[in-house]
């Protein structure tokens, strides 16, 4: 019997499962497939507390979570021996309205339309001023998601790749076991980690929210800084592909890409970076987010003595990767529950 089941093998699961076994657990996770349709091979790896806006405790939770990347970037490289495209590039965040731009002028990291201009060239006549914020950055998700796995392996956890698990059967108070497709699997804890299709497993509510993404390649390579528009973001990779993104739809587990959705990303992309227009279009791709209320992640302990959540990290699961397998990993081996897990 392992003693942690980890369901769920995305950035959240696979980082948690890490963070376990460097404290010396004993892990197995189970995903039925890695890289699959989830947040993590979705997403644009952007680390933007600040570009995103966020508040109160979840911006200090952010903030903390961005702060750690270095070292656990460092660590992941270390056991892995692969890149992971972290790049502290600087991120704009341009207002595109009066009505915003009178709000963002107000803000001390608020730079005007000049000095926008000279951080990064070639922005379009629609961008007012900008927040220059130059602690928010990016991996790229996708050579994170491999360097996870390779360093899980690494570590002798124990991946079951292609399992679906059907049900967690529990009593009043623990879990007994997980119903899967290779029969009955057990541990003495168990962390569900399964982003948008917690609810299968799970009343939680934590439901999917589907997003088109699109690349271009920029061959000359003029876009070195994020820039995080009101309605789309624009990412740079160091290899030239410059990641565009996202919509945000409600409907369900919906699949594929539409032409209205890679339209709408390419007109908003296209006013606030004009070169964007000529450059040839390198892939299309869709993925779900696991939103839960108010944008809030669901952490910690559960109704079930031997299950930890770890799910509903929404738009921010790469950014929250760090901190949310350290706190995870800190309850279940040492009993610390950190004040902001409340």
């Given at each position: 019997?392992?003693?942690?089941?980890?369901?769920?093998?995305?950035?959240?699961?696979?980082?948690?499962?890490?963070?376990?076994s460097q404290k010396g657990a004993n892990v197995t996770v189970i995903e039925r497939e890695i890289c699959g349709k989830g947040a993590t091979w979705a997403a644009a790896g952007m680390l933007a507390p600040e570009a995103e806006r966020l508040e109160g405790t979840l911006l200090d939770f952010g903030i903390r979570s961005r702060d750690m990347y270095p070292k656990w970037i460092a660590n992941l490289m270390r056991l892995s021996g692969l890149d992971c495209g972290y790049w502290c590039c600087g991120m704009i965040a341009p207002s595109l309205e009066e009505s915003d731009h009178q709000i963002i002028s107000q803000h001390p990291k608020y730079i005007n339309r000049e000095e926008s201009?000279?951080?990064?060239?070639?922005?379009?006549?629609?961008?007012?001023?900008?927040?220059?914020?130059?602690?928010?950055?990016?991996?790229n998700n996708r050579k994170l998601a491999k360097a996870l796995l390779t360093t899980a392996q690494s570590l002798s956890i124990k991946i079951l790749e292609g399992v679906t698990v059907y049900q967690i059967a529990r009593d009043a108070q623990r879990v007994i076991h997980l119903d899967t497709s290779v029969g009955n699997l057990q541990g003495d804890r168990y962390i569900l980690a399964t982003g948008a299709w917690t609810r299968s497993l799970l009343p939680l509510p934590v439901k999917p929210i589907k997003g088109q993404m699109l690349s271009v390649f920029d061959r000359d390579r003029q876009l070195q800084r994020v820039i995080y528009a009101p309605s789309c973001y624009i990412v740079p990779r160091q290899d030239g592909q410059i990641v565009i993104g996202a919509t945000v739809e409600d409907n369900g587990f919906s699949q594929g890409n539409t032409?209205?959705?890679?339209?709408?990303?390419?007109?908003?992309?296209?006013?606030?970076?004009?070169?964007?227009?000529?450059?040839p279009i390198t892939e299309t791709w869709w993925g779900f987010r696991p939103h839960a209320p108010n944008e809030i992640p669901i952490l910690g302990a559960s109704d079930y003595e031997n299950l930890i959540l770890a799910t509903g990290h929404y738009r921010n699961g790469?950014?929250?990767?760090?901190?949310?397998?350290?706190?995870?990993?800190?309850?279940?081996?040492?009993?610390?529950?950190?004040?902001?897990?409340?």
């Amino acid at each position: 019997m392992t003693d942690v089941l980890v369901i769920g093998g995305g950035i959240i699961g696979l980082a948690t499962a890490i963070a376990l076994s460097q404290k010396g657990a004993n892990v197995t996770v189970i995903e039925r497939e890695i890289c699959g349709k989830g947040a993590t091979w979705a997403a644009a790896g952007m680390l933007a507390p600040e570009a995103e806006r966020l508040e109160g405790t979840l911006l200090d939770f952010g903030i903390r979570s961005r702060d750690m990347y270095p070292k656990w970037i460092a660590n992941l490289m270390r056991l892995s021996g692969l890149d992971c495209g972290y790049w502290c590039c600087g991120m704009i965040a341009p207002s595109l309205e009066e009505s915003d731009h009178q709000i963002i002028s107000q803000h001390p990291k608020y730079i005007n339309r000049e000095e926008s201009r000279k951080r990064q060239s070639g922005l379009g006549e629609s961008v007012l001023g900008s927040l220059w914020l130059p602690e928010d950055g990016q991996v790229n998700n996708r050579k994170l998601a491999k360097a996870l796995l390779t360093t899980a392996q690494s570590l002798s956890i124990k991946i079951l790749e292609g399992v679906t698990v059907y049900q967690i059967a529990r009593d009043a108070q623990r879990v007994i076991h997980l119903d899967t497709s290779v029969g009955n699997l057990q541990g003495d804890r168990y962390i569900l980690a399964t982003g948008a299709w917690t609810r299968s497993l799970l009343p939680l509510p934590v439901k999917p929210i589907k997003g088109q993404m699109l690349s271009v390649f920029d061959r000359d390579r003029q876009l070195q800084r994020v820039i995080y528009a009101p309605s789309c973001y624009i990412v740079p990779r160091q290899d030239g592909q410059i990641v565009i993104g996202a919509t945000v739809e409600d409907n369900g587990f919906s699949q594929g890409n539409t032409a209205a959705g890679l339209a709408q990303l390419l007109n908003r992309a296209i006013a606030v970076y004009p070169a964007i227009s000529n450059m040839p279009i390198t892939e299309t791709w869709w993925g779900f987010r696991p939103h839960a209320p108010n944008e809030i992640p669901i952490l910690g302990a559960s109704d079930y003595e031997n299950l930890i959540l770890a799910t509903g990290h929404y738009r921010n699961g790469i950014l929250f990767a760090p901190i949310t397998a350290k706190l995870i990993a800190d309850f279940v081996i040492e009993g610390i529950k950190d004040p902001i897990l409340q």
